[in-house]
């Protein structure tokens, strides 16, 4: 039969689960009478866990937000899957820059797991492997991001401090639409109030972020993450480019997603089936150009390039360079 200190124990871990319990339930899955319940709950109390009371006909018992953190109790498979969370979180990139906060969190997990929970997770961990490289270390700072966050949620503008990529700073006043995490990096899209324009900023160039008076209208149309895919497209860059491709959107985007290129979407005409191919226009804002010669290879969609004409030479040179090699019957020296 467990011990008194086991049945609170597991007490806690039904209250953790969310909801309120009634005592009739809670004596039952502990194989104990009501009275034996509520000096448990006292037990939790005097540990300074905040269980309180609900009164009324479906009453019981809650855990209620309390000023730290109580004994957590997880199962196995919670355990691990918190474990994984982080791993994958640290190798992606979305942390804050509170990078010792993950560690120490995932150290304190490992040292309470059960020892054949310790292999699983050890075993797991050999076996696994990432096609892509580590996330890389530009983090933003947890009070920033917690602080745009409420922001966001309660519709109030907020001031920033901003550090562009060419190191110059500013002070803004945002209204923040929502926080996007994409390709290892976090960004916050918005209206910025002092030029009226929508932008995308991100969060580690933050240095400072206050709530400001006021709130504002959300606004209709893309959700937050198309606005941030729709700002990388359209970003300044230097070369300008211009195609028209003849294929379908889902060919297309295969090889030119919406964070590369804004595509000229249509309505088809009716009866017409949307994955028909036809000409397409695709807009493209780049750095590097040569880059984009394999990407359109690799489409094997007829395409014609409206600008720049440096991109046609560059393709043009790939053309050659394939041909002479599938000519060539003995490997180059």
């Given at each position: ?61 809650r855990l209620a937000p ?109 209204h923040a639409y929502g ?35 006021g709130s504002f209208e ?116």
């Open positions: 039969m467990p011990r008194p200190t086991g049945r609170v124990l597991t007490l806690l871990e039904l209250l953790q689960s969310g909801g309120t319990r009634t005592v009739a339930e809670l004596a039952d899955r502990l194989g104990v009478e009501g009275r034996t319940v509520r000096r448990y709950v006292d037990q939790l109390i005097d540990l300074d866990v905040p269980v309180e009371s609900v009164r009324g006909r479906y009453g019981g018992y309390g000023y730290r953190l109580p004994p957590l109790m997880l199962s196995d498979d919670e355990a691990l899957a918190v474990l994984l969370g982080l791993v994958a979180g640290r190798r992606a990139g979305l942390t804050t820059t509170q990078h010792t906060a993950s560690e120490t969190a995932s150290a304190k997990i490992r040292r309470v797991l059960p020892k054949h929970v310790a292999r699983r997770l050890d075993t797991l961990l050999e076996a696994l492997a990432f096609t892509d490289q580590p996330g890389e270390s530009a983090t933003p700072d947890a009070g920033v991001l917690l602080t745009i966050a409420d922001a966001v949620r309660h519709r109030r503008p907020v001031s920033i401090r901003y550090t562009d990529r060419d190191g110059r700073r500013s002070e803004r006043t945002l926080i996007v995490a994409h390709a290892g990096r976090w960004y916050v899209t918005g209206k910025d109030a002092q030029i009226g324009e929508d932008r995308t900023f991100r969060l580690d160039r933050i240095a400072d972020a206050r709530t400001l008076p959300a606004p209709v149309g893309p959700d937050p993450a198309q606005r941030v895919l729709s700002a990388f497209a359209t970003a300044e860059y230097r070369h300008e480019v211009t195609l028209r491709i003849h294929g379908t959107v889902g060919q297309i985007r295969a090889r030119l997603p919406a964070s590369v290129a804004s595509l000229e979407e249509y309505a088809p005409v009716a009866g017409e089936d949307r994955a028909t191919e036809r000409w397409l226009r695709v807009e493209l804002r780049v750095e590097r150009l040569d880059w984009l010669p394999p990407v359109l290879a690799s489409l094997d969609r007829p395409f014609v390039i409206e600008r720049p004409d440096e991109l046609r030479n560059l393709v043009i040179g790939l053309a050659q360079r394939l041909a002479s090699y599938a000519r060539s019957e003995e490997p180059m020296s």
